[in-house]
């Protein structure tokens, strides 16, 4: 008879449910955000810890502005990069010397010192100044190229004489009328704003320029020719050029303007009118009273 033997005991089963904690860190690994964090962003900030540690101990950052501080005065220091002089072609003398002055470039300096924006705004803040270019060129040159605003009439503001360009704009101011007696004269405000009209009817006044002191814009509104004897040609608000041309007309066939007149009113174009000098009218009432003498 054989010996009965127990069967071995069987291993306790192992719960296949993971812990809590396990649970809980696979739940937060399925965050995209957090694996990008513990991807990407934990081992970035270990690589800035790390650069910093080493910068800070070997001095990295000293000697890198050290290098390129090096770096810039040997590029500095090179001949080829040097500026000696400052050339400004196709403008007159004296602009040339504001523009000089203006520039605010202490020569020799280097062209890459040089702001050649900064100096081009200088430039073009001068009154006389529509437009600049600022370049360097070669031959160790600063190149200004400027257009100049070129004055065409003279203009007396209430605070002083101006010289105005075709648009209007003040070129310059001027102490005396004497220094520009070669551009007409404009007086009155709001003159500025109406240069090319002006320019216009000294045009048309050409066989009379020779007598003309200027024009003077009254109200703002229209023009007083003024010539001299003390005569006026008063023009009207609307198309003052076409009345222009009327007394030019009227002065060529009869003489108008060599007559003992004073005024010529144009303002109102279908009724002119004109007054006498006082002399002329004085004369006038001498030959009336002769006529009313030799009726009597």
Known sequence: MLPVTRPPAKAPRRDPAPSRLRYKLNRLWLRPNFRRLMNFG?????????????????????????????AREALIDRPQFLITRIEIPDVSPDLAEAIRVASFVTLPVNSLEVDVAAVRDRVE???AVERARVRAVAGGVLEIRAIERIPVVVWR?????????QAGVRVAEVDSRLRRTDLPLVA????????PQALALFAEARPIAARIRGLVRMGERRWDVVLDRDQVIRLPEADPIAAMR???????????LARDVAVVDLRDPNRPMLRLTDHAQAELLRLRETIKGEDA
Not at 45 to 69: H, I
Not at 246 to 256: C, E, S, T
């Open 42 to 70: 934990l081992p970035m900030l270990a690589g800035l810890l790390a650069a910093w540690t080493l910068a800070a101990e070997l001095d990295l950052k000293a000697r890198a502005t050290q290098a390129v501080a090096d």
């Open 125 to 127: 803040a001068l009154a």
């Open 157 to 165: 503001a209430p605070e002083g004489l101006h010289l105005l360009d």
């Open 188 to 195: 009155g405000e709001g003159a500025e704003a109406q240069v």
């Open 246 to 256: 009327r007394v030019m007309a009227l002065d060529a066939a009869d003489g108008l």
